[in-house]
């Protein structure tokens, strides 16, 4: 498909919709961009909200099967289920992402990336989804937002779920869970796991893609379980400890390593008080983990352990019924154990933030400042500052400013033979403008933005190590349409990219690499008595997959086809088409895509 195909036919249906719309009166969901309690019709930044509802609804079998095609979001992956998964948001790098688990900040030390292809996805209650620059509350990585996933939280009445499936390519998967609670109490204890053959995850040569051929199918398995539990004291204490623990061994191609296990494990803990009506208290402290055994051939070849220690306290003092006043701390240790010989295994990181929400006159602003302390780089200071002003009782304005940074990573850093002690921390400045509404036929918002980032780590080949070298100029549009058309409700967005590379060079002006330029998915269901139907359209426009620009991925059109069958109150069928007209296409060259595959899932979930 031409880009200006793409553009025209999502223009023209993004036009069209407002002019039939039914009514939509979905209520608001709680979101945690500024770190306080906000709806998503508060907040002055750019987010999106994936509900339990909506995993289910749509039928996702992966975090990139549900991430794929949201609004800002470019995923390559490397060759299906279990295989690396790379999440762009804004054009940003793959490691400019910070990714927190219920609170906790995850992700590998060495690499620098959370591997979300091996997080399952039966465990998550919701995704928060915010993007911009977000290191003056959250320190480094936030360059092109955070992803915040939240695992399964009991309440209510006593209640046990149960899933088993299976589907093309060999797949299997099923899933049991408990749950609880009441006004004080509250617990979820959850089990799943899954399997598949897969299919060859690479085509590749000696000289390019995966550097070797190995026409096989390449497979994945994952073992997880999670657990979830809180009380609330008469006093008004909040504790809550929460528990992932995730087991994936996939097959690829490679010609170093072509199986890894892997282990991502997050334990946490929270407590909320407030000794005044106005100052309210929290603590958050928890350990994740990241480790990684890889084998060549079934023959043992190296291990990469990464161990996160994090603890964050956090006052929020309310002053009236306009200003909210938040100051905190940050601690962070990082430690690496490893078969390769890092000259430096851990590193701490201190941090003092604040922030300013106030509401003077119809005018909402917000400001925000952070100090880091590095025991590798040194310090650093962050600053953000938002503005938003409602124009009707329906149109708001907003307005964002921030800047960000991007800390190096132990492989940058200390790999032996490759790393360089002496990098900078990649820097960015983020502007941001944007309209959003809400009317009695739904919701809609459309932001611009521009980032510019400098000090990119790259390699150099003068020295044989990675250098701060680098620039990127990015500007985007995204614009979302929300609503409901005669039952059927349409879940839209399309994306406008500009990741222009601004180093110097031969590369001046080129695109940067896996990034798509137009992206369109448009998502519908509608209830029909006791029948469910769905379909997602997903439309991205070319990219390229190099620096030089020389190796282009085509523009490709999805589309993807679901059921599902009330059985009773408690029992559900469900079937799921996925790339229905067999496309063939990549996200990252010379990786294999699933073609037309289908899935069947029977589900017990009492009703409420």
Not at 152 to 174: A, V
Not at 333 to 354: E, I, K, L, P
């Amino acid at each position: 498909m031409k880009k200006y195909h793409l553009s025209a036919m999502a223009a023209l249906l993004l036009g069209a919709i407002p002019s039939v719309l039914a009514g939509n009166t979905e209520k608001p969901i709680i979101v945690t961009a500024t770190r306080t309690t906000q709806t998503t019709n508060e907040t002055l930044a750019s987010v999106t909200v994936i509900s339990r509802k909506d995993i289910e609804r749509q039928q996702a079998r992966s975090i990139q099967d549900l991430l794929r095609g949201v609004s800002g979001i470019n995923i390559a992956n490397n060759g299906g289920p279990g295989k690396t998964t790379s999440i762009f948001m804004r054009g940003t790098e793959s490691d400019h992402v910070l990714v927190l688990i219920d609170g906790i900040k995850v992700g590998s030390a060495t690499s620098g990336t959370t591997a979300f292809e091996n997080i399952p996805i039966e465990q998550i209650e919701r995704i928060e989804i915010v993007r911009g620059p977000r290191s003056s509350l959250y320190g480094s990585e936030a360059i092109g937002g955070v992803i915040q996933i939240f695992t399964r939280k009991g309440g209510d009445s006593f209640k046990p779920s149960l899933s088993f499936g299976g589907g093309s390519y060999g797949t299997l998967n099923g899933s049991a869970g408990l749950s609880g609670g009441n006004k004080k109490g509250w617990f979820n204890l959850s089990a799943s796991g899954m399997g598949t053959r897969g299919f060859n995850a690479c085509n590749g040569s000696s000289n390019a893609g995966c550097f070797t051929t190995e026409p096989d199918k390449d497979g994945y398995r994952n073992v997880s379980g999670s657990a979830r539990a809180g009380y609330r004291f008469n006093n008004g204490l909040d504790l809550e400890a929460n528990f992932l623990h995730a087991d994936g061994k996939t097959e690829f191609d490679g010609s170093f390593v072509n199986k890894s296990e892997v282990v991502q494990q997050v334990i946490g803990g929270t407590a909320r008080y407030s000794p005044t009506d106005m100052w309210r208290i929290s603590l958050i402290a928890g350990r994740s983990r990241e480790d990684s055994d890889n084998f060549k051939n079934n023959t043992f070849q190296s291990q990469f352990n990464t161990r996160r220690d994090t603890v964050s306290f956090q006052n929020d003092l309310t002053f009236g019924k306009h200003h909210l006043a938040t100051v905190g701390l940050d601690y962070q240790n990082d430690q690496v154990d490893s078969t390769s010989d890092f000259a430096v295994t851990s590193r701490n990181n201190w941090a003092v933030f604040g922030q300013h929400q106030a509401a003077i006159a119809k005018h909402d602003l917000q400001f925000s400042l952070r100090h880091d302390k590095n025991e590798q780089f040194g310090s650093r200071v962050t600053g953000g500052a938002g503005w938003g002003y409602p124009i009707s009782d329906n149109v708001r304005l907003t307005a964002n400013f921030g800047t960000a940074y991007k800390a190096p990573t132990f492989n940058e850093l200390y790999f032996p033979g490759f790393g360089n002690a002496n990098l900078r921390p990649e820097e960015s400045r983020s502007f941001e403008f944007g309209t959003n509404g809400k009317t009695d036929w739904g919701n809609w918002s459309l932001n611009t933005y521009e980032t510019r980032i400098d000090h990119l780590i790259a390699f150099d080949a003068s020295t044989f190590a990675p250098k701060n070298i680098d620039q990127a100029r990015i500007r985007g549009l995204e614009a979302v349409v929300n609503t409901q058309i005669k039952g059927w409700q349409l879940n839209s967005n399309l994306t406008f990219l500009d990741p222009e590379n601004h180093s110097s060079g031969i590369n001046r002006g080129n695109i940067l690499p896996r990034r798509a330029e137009q992206s369109f998915r448009i998502d519908t269901n509608r209830q029909f008595g006791k029948y469910l139907l769905g379909a997602m359209l997903l439309a991205e426009g070319e990219r390229y997959d190099d620096l030089a620009n020389t190796r282009k991925l085509d523009s490709y059109v999805k589309f993807d086809l679901r059921s599902e069958y009330v059985i009773n109150p408690n029992w559900r069928l469900l079937g799921r088409v996925e790339n229905l007209f067999d496309k063939h296409y990549e996200t990252a060259s010379f990786f294999n895509q699933p073609g037309r595959n289908f899935f069947v899932t029977l589900r017990y979930q009492p009703s409420s």
